[in-house]
């Protein structure tokens, strides 16, 4: 099981339904629908409905264009909603500390999703960022830098979900841009550190790889870096099993083998809880009872 984190032309709302109808080719996914940005990009000349934004001038900023993004996703199936907080810390021109949306305006997004019982998801990294997302009201919270033990404390009163996506800061060091390589380095321990809070302060954590295009990392690397944060091995896996189904309201069908569940499996060579390390190479998987080719 995954969930998407936007795409573009509503490509994971597709993908979706490949796996409903041909659940040996594609995981059952949770579908964003595309990114609630202020700059829509080329995704504007696929949906009709959202060509007249292209005449604004400062991009998807006022309530009303909020609004209407939101609305087009869940109109075209979307099942949860994407939006962000900061730019990305992958691309070395953009800041990830900068704001690009206030708090009033991701509780226009949040209120807009949740009249159709939908939770935002949301790109993050800076401490007033963070702390503005989670209390406009978002599901999760995704990257999270430098989110603060009171924005934690936060979360675990509204049961807001931490998804660090340790695996994409780590993946900047050593990177041959100077800048990238600077970031990984300095964000990588900020949030070991915060991953680890959150779990003493029982905020519920989810494991994910912030893959994008056709490659995705082995959720495996993730629990590895989890646990080298300092979770327990079992906590650690927990993140990627029972805590990824329940953010994805899926914890009544997948997450755990038990009876009623839809038996998936994940074959190792090795016992996970002596060293986690082994989930990154998986020998068989099993989905839905169906095995499947690695």
Known sequence: SARSGSTNFYQDIAVRELARQAPELAPRLKAAGIFVTPDLGDTILGDPDLTPLARLKDGVQSAEALRRVVEVNLQRGADVIKTRVNPRAG???????EQVYSREQLTEIVTAAGRRGKGVLCH???EKGCDDAVRA?????????????????????????????LGAIAGMIGSDDPVLDERGRT????????????????????????????????IGGEVELMRSAGLGALDAIRTATTGAAKLLGLE???????????????LVDGDPLADVAVLKKPVGVVRSGVAVAL
């Open 137 to 165: 009201g978002i599901r999760s919270l995704e990257h999270g830098a430098y989110v603060s033990e009171r924005t934690l404390a936060e979360m675990r009163r509204r049961g807001t979900f931490f998804t660090p996506t």
């Open 124 to 126: 993050s990294y800076s």
């Open 91 to 97: 691309l070395a021109e953009q800041d990830p500390l």
């Open 187 to 218: 964000y990588l321990p900020l949030l070991k550190k915060a991953a680890l809070a959150a779990h003493e302060m029982g905020v519920p954590l989810a494991a994910g790889t912030d893959s994008s295009g056709g490659t995705v990392d082995p």
């Open 252 to 266: 009544d069908t997948v997450g755990r083998l038990a009876r009623g569940f839809a038996g998936d499996v994940l």
